[in-house]
């Protein structure tokens, strides 16, 4: 057979140099793509070298090496996001307008909980919080995030289950709150899960929908039971104030009329003691004198209009006939 001019013929051994080359700049290539990883300022990296943690956190933002080929294997955990575990509800899309997926069963089961006084209240919670230990957050606790999870429910069904459906209706929402965060910040220190709490927010709490109507008619009854006892408390804030004050009028008068007929009886006793001490003194003269005042307080009270009146001495004769008893002159 002839041999063709333009036939290209191959070294082995080039061949195999060019192969080797390519295979040194390959490992080279994935030596260096594997030798650096990047930490941005709202993150912390973790290394793991052969699956075992190296030291602290790394924490500074920029380029770090570690030892290529997967030797070293880092994890990003970010630090500063604001992250949130929502119970009974799940967030579709926020802003200003936030929309809420439908509710599945589990998050129906979820916020039912029995309340102190055996009453089940519908309760929507959402649990923010940052991650404050990078290591802890990934490796103390098999999956914190449900780890977190359970303790939510475990610690909000606690806390209300110490209250009355109106206090977790109503009044004790914030105490509620704080109380949770509280218990779950200690139930996250003591389990190591990395976790700071944030915030606990009670979204929305209501009786359960099957019976939201009798509550609703129950509420109704208590507010106006309440505007009732408010109108009744306000007459009697009118009129009982008033009537204290007539009756301490009254009994001011009484005693200041009892104060003043005392002393004018014991005004009249001293006068009579005084007249009775001159009497004594001098008989004769004394009953001239009261004789003579008790004449001129008759003719005093005396007028034209007023009846005849006669004046005689006890010891008198025979004055009728000189007397002319039907005229009209005095």
Do not use: C
């Not at 069963?105 to 055996?118: E, K, P």
């Not at 509280?182 to 709490?205: C, F, R, T, W």
């Not at 306000?234 to 104030?241: D, M, Q, S």
């Not at 001490?277 to 001239?288: F, I, S």
């Amino acid at each position: 057979m002839a041999d063709f001019p333009n036939e290209i013929r191959i070294n082995p051994a080039a061949l195999n140099k060019m192969i080797m080359g390519g295979i040194v700049v390959g490992l080279i290539a994935v030596g260096l793509y594997t030798s650096f990883f990047k930490v941005d300022p709202r993150e912390h990296a973790i290394v793991l070298r052969f699956g075992k943690y190296t030291g602290q956190p790394i924490t500074e933002t920029g380029l770090h090496f570690k030892l290529p080929f997967g030797i070293d294997r880092h994890q990003i955990v970010e630090v500063t996001t604001m992250q949130k575990e929502e119970f009974g509800f799940a967030t579709q899309s926020a802003g200003q307008r936030t929309r809420y997926a439908s509710r599945n069963r589990n998050q129906a089961d979820t916020s039912l909980i029995v309340t102190g006084d055996l009453n089940i209240a519908d309760v929507e919670w959402s649990t923010q919080y940052v991650v404050s230990n990078a290591y802890n957050y990934l490796f103390k606790v098999r999956n914190a995030n449900e780890t977190f999870r359970a303790m939510n429910e475990a610690v909000m069904r606690e806390i209300i289950g110490d209250r009355t459906i109106n206090e977790v209706l109503t009044s004790g929402r914030s105490e509620i709150q704080q109380e949770v965060k509280d218990k779950l910040q200690s139930l996250a220190d003591q389990y190591e899960l990395g976790i700071k709490l944030e915030e606990v927010i009670l979204q929305d709490v209501n009786p359960p929908e099957s019976v939201k109507a009798s509550w609703n008619d129950v509420n109704q009854a208590q507010q106006e039971r309440s505007q009732k006892i408010n109108k009744a408390q306000a007459e009697f804030n009118k009129v009982i104030p008033k009537a204290k004050g007539d009756a301490a009028r009254i009994i001011e008068e009484a005693k200041g009329y009892a104060v003043e007929r005392v002393n004018n009886a014991q005004g009249d006793a001293d006068l009579f003691k005084q007249v009775f001490t001159a009497y004594e003194l001098a008989p004769e003269v004394t009953r001239k004198r009261i004789y003579l005042e008790t004449i001129g307080k008759v003719f005093n009270t005396a007028t034209n209009t007023g009846p005849k009146k006669i004046i005689i001495d006890e010891e008198a004769k025979g004055l009728l006939p000189l007397l002319n008893l039907n005229t009209g002159g005095k």
